[in-house]
Structures are given as C-alpha cells and as structure tokens.
C-alpha cells in the first residue's frame, strides 16, 4: 500500500509558477514509478509526466514538454512536479501516481488525492 498525498496547488496569474509535491508513505518509494496526471473540468483525466525510480528517465505530455519539469527525491520520499509559464489551460486538478511498472499507457495503481491548480488570465 502506497499513500500519496500533493500540496503546492494554488491559484497563479498566467506566466508564474507553481511547484507541486507529492509526499509518499512506505519505505519502498524508490522502487516506484512516480508520475502526475490532470483532469480539467468537463475533460478527462490526462498524463502529465512520469519519472523511473531511479529518475533516470523521464516522461512527459508532449505539449507540456519545455514548461513543466517532474523530479524526485527518494531520500525524502517526494516527487515535485515544476511547473512554468503557466497558462489557464493548465488549470486541472493535478493528481499524484504511483505503481512499481511504466508503460506507454500508463494506468497507476496508486493515486492521491489531487491539489487544485487554477491560472488566471
């Protein structure tokens, strides 16, 4: 059982930045894929970004690739997910993952409980 728990949402002016965290339970955090999802109202929840257990590598939505910047620091057992030149688009809420494979589909056993990130324009 892994608990996932972010912070860091808010509400930013188009062109700030926000950093989320992602605390998680459990002494085998750095065997897990980390990863954060968003889900926009009325839209489905979407991938974000994803990062191994040894951050070695790294995943991320296309579009937000340059903007956004997902690290971990398994000493702390946090994942962060950077986030700049936000837009109101970006607007979601941002969910937390966890689960020990990745892949190009990624469906994660394990999520929090969302933090609410809203730009304004």
């Known amino acids: 059982q892994v608990l996932l728990v972010e912070s860091g949402g808010g509400l930013v002016q188009a062109g700030g930045s926000l950093r989320l965290s992602c605390a998680a339970s459990?002494?085998?955090?750095?065997?897990?894929?980390m990863g954060w999802f968003r889900q926009a109202p009325g839209k489905e929840r979407e991938f974000v970004a994803a990062?191994?257990?040894?951050?070695?590598?790294?995943y991320y939505l296309e579009s937000l690739k340059g903007r956004f910047t997902i690290s971990r620091d398994n000493a702390k057992n946090t994942v962060y997910l950077q986030m700049n030149s936000l837009k109101p688009e970006d607007t979601a809420v941002y969910y937390c993952?966890?689960?020990?494979?990745?892949?190009?589909?990624?469906?994660?056993?394990?999520w929090g409980q969302g933090t609410q990130v809203t730009v304004s324009s």
């Open positions: 993952a966890a689960d020990r494979y990745y892949s190009g589909s990624w469906n994660p056993r394990y």
């Open positions: 990062i191994r257990s040894t951050g070695d590598s790294v």
């Open positions: 459990g002494r085998t955090f750095s065997s897990y894929v």
